[in-house]
């Protein structure tokens, strides 16, 4: 049986006025309506809506509506791991947190995802992934954690089911008492997808497969976890191309640059998103382009580990399909995918000059973009008659936010603007800047308790994470 992810029944209609409406495919409207019909966009178009008796109408005054953000890569039970080795590059930032998150049960899990999902909620996002790649023995079952906490704060869902098999011993970067067995990955990744995965339009979860990187994963891992994936009809997910560490360490072990390696090993195609890509040839940017891979670009995170600048503006430039991710909360603290629009174009403006990337292009990347990545392109990413009314208000003609005379630079230029409206399926999940769904001040403390309750479970194991590493 195919399980089924559907979201609480939203109210029948729902109209929109008085909104600058920016749908990301076709023309802006400046002002104008939209119409919502269970959890569907029914219409949009100029000037006040028909008149509907019995709909629940929004006044949209003051704001911008676009589509729901859609993050694209994230580690959610980082929350509560977030502040430490604030000095560090990736490996050794890795090194110094893989024995803290081998401490975490499913408890802590579901209060970071609650709290990071809020989070991301509260900033526009209203489709998720999250890469879980760390599962200690006996500590319950996290892989469904992040999936209650997501369902408590109404957001549609993609879990990857991550993994690691390549530990110290065997050349790979975790120690090995945080990998697991190959055939015990393969056999828990199955059971996920069986358990939580929906494949229907509407769907509120889909699973993907996403062994963690190539410093942390065997090859054979790598090609059973496609072919699992592809068996499945999932989509596959992993970390790539981060660091010049990673470039290193793939010439040394495997004799090749990392998208060479992945080439080889059948992980490049039209189902397949990276996470970063940022160390990337000419000749890297036209393979990913000429076979469909999308990315993830983290500009924040990138740029906290000292990682580099992804070369966004060329990339776009080849085809190539790029997303937006927050990456995991203990890499890119507090981020939330509202502001990684600002950064993305920022970055992008620094390295190629003012005209690499526009407000609108940003915009793009944070909602279809995420939404190509994510294989739900129809359903999700732009306002359009017939796709999933997920739909957010920005309320970027208030006071401060007015004098900025087009909204959607407000949006992007600026820091997030607040929220006025937040729909996930027709369904109201943020209003006036609060949770709606669950308790708002609750949602937050669950992550603060999560980071208490790592780090006494990391103490109990002997490990605490230093807020700074000594070099
Ligand atoms: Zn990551």
């Not at 023309?27 to 939209?34: L, N, R």
């Not at 760390?134 to 079952?141: A, E, L, N, T, Y």
């Amino acid at each position: 049986m195919t399980p089924t992810s559907e979201p609480p029944t939203p109210p029948t209609t729902l109209l929109i006025e008085n909104v600058h409406i920016a749908p990301v495919a076709g023309p802006e409207i400046p002002s104008g309506h939209i119409i919502v019909e269970g959890d569907r966009i029914a219409a949009l178009g100029p000037g006040p809506a028909p008149l509907t008796p019995g709909a629940r109408r929004v006044d949209g005054s003051g704001c911008l509506a676009t589509p729901g953000l859609v993050n694209t890569h994230h580690h959610l039970y980082q929350w509560a791991s977030q502040g430490l080795a604030q000095d560090a590059t990736l490996f050794e930032w890795l090194v110094a947190l893989y024995d803290v998150w081998a401490a975490m049960d499913a408890e802590v899990v579901r209060g970071a995802a609650t709290a990071g999902l809020g989070w991301l909620a509260l900033a526009g996002c209203t489709t998720s992934s999250d890469h879980h790649y760390v599962f200690p023995k006996g500590r319950g079952d996290l892989f469904a954690a992040g999936i209650e906490a997501a369902r408590e704060i109404g957001v549609r869902f993609h879990p990857a089911r991550g993994s690691m098999d390549r530990g110290r011993s065997h050349g790979g970067l975790p120690p090995d008492e945080v990998v697991e067995e190959l055939d015990d990955v393969l056999a828990a990744t199955a059971e996920a997808i069986d358990a939580h995965h929906d494949p229907s339009p509407s769907s509120m979860v889909r699973v993907a497969v996403a062994p963690c990187s190539p410093f942390s994963v065997s090859a054979r891992l790598m090609t059973e976890s496609a072919a699992l994936a592809r068996a499945r009809g999932v989509r596959l997910h992993t970390h790539l191309a981060e660091t010049l560490d990673e470039d290193e360490h793939c010439v040394e072990q495997f004799g090749m640059r990392p998208v060479d390696y992945m080439d080889k090993l059948g992980w490049l195609g039209p189902d397949v998103w990276l996470a970063h890509a940022v160390h990337l040839s000419d000749g890297d940017i036209v393979k990913l382009a000429r076979t469909g891979t999308g990315s993830a670009h983290c500009p924040s995170s990138n740029a906290r580990l000292g990682a580099g600048i992804a070369r966004v503006s060329e990339m776009l430039r080849q085809g190539a399909n790029v997303g937006l991710g927050v990456d995991g909360s203990a890499s890119s603290e507090l981020t939330s995918l509202a502001g990684e629009m600002r950064q993305a174009l920022l970055f992008q403006r620094a390295r190629y000059g003012p005209h690499a990337l526009s407000a609108r292009q940003a915009l793009e990347l944070a909602t279809l973009g995420g939404a190509r990545n994510l294989g739900r392109e129809a359903e999700l990413g732009s306002l359009e008659p017939g796709k999933l009314a997920d739909v957010v208000l920005w309320r970027t003609g208030g006071p401060f936010a007015a004098a900025v005379a087009d909204p959607v630079c407000a949006l992007v230029f600026g820091p997030p603007p607040p929220v006025a409206l937040v729909l996930v399926g027709g369904r109201t999940v943020v209003e006036d800047g609060e949770l709606r769904t669950t308790p708002h001040d609750a949602a937050g403390r669950a992550g603060a308790d999560a980071h208490r309750r790592l780090t006494r479970l990391a103490a109990e194991h002997g490990f605490t994470a230093a807020r700074e590493i000594h070099h």
